[in-house]
């Protein structure tokens, strides 16, 4: 995950992407949806989705605030099994 990247989306931002013709796509990679649970991955497309069909800019704030969210909690989760995992191994090994 690359923090930077998530700091620099703006609502203006996903408001110009919304015009091009794989706005969906390049919105998720600027959210980065991949570094996030299935799940979340899965609601944030929906929500992209329908951004793209609204342009609606409270939806593009609601959007990049859920995602970053999402990528964080996510990263948290990961972490801490990464944490058990090697707890685990230690106690085991």
Not at 31 to 52: C, N, W, Y
Not at 63 to 90: D, F, M, P, W, Y
């Amino acid at each position: 995950m690359n923090p930077k990247e998530n700091s620099t989306i703006t609502v203006q931002t996903l408001l110009t992407l919304r015009q091009e013709g794989d706005a969906l796509r390049l919105i998720t990679e600027k959210l980065q949806v991949k570094e996030m649970g299935p799940s979340d991955h899965i609601r944030t497309k929906h929500e992209v989705k329908a951004f793209v069909e609204t342009g609606d800019a409270k939806a593009a704030e609601a959007l990049i605030k859920q995602a970053s969210e999402r990528t964080a909690a996510h990263q948290a989760i990961t972490n801490r099994v990464t944490e058990q995992q090697q707890h685990g191994q230690r106690m085991g090994g």
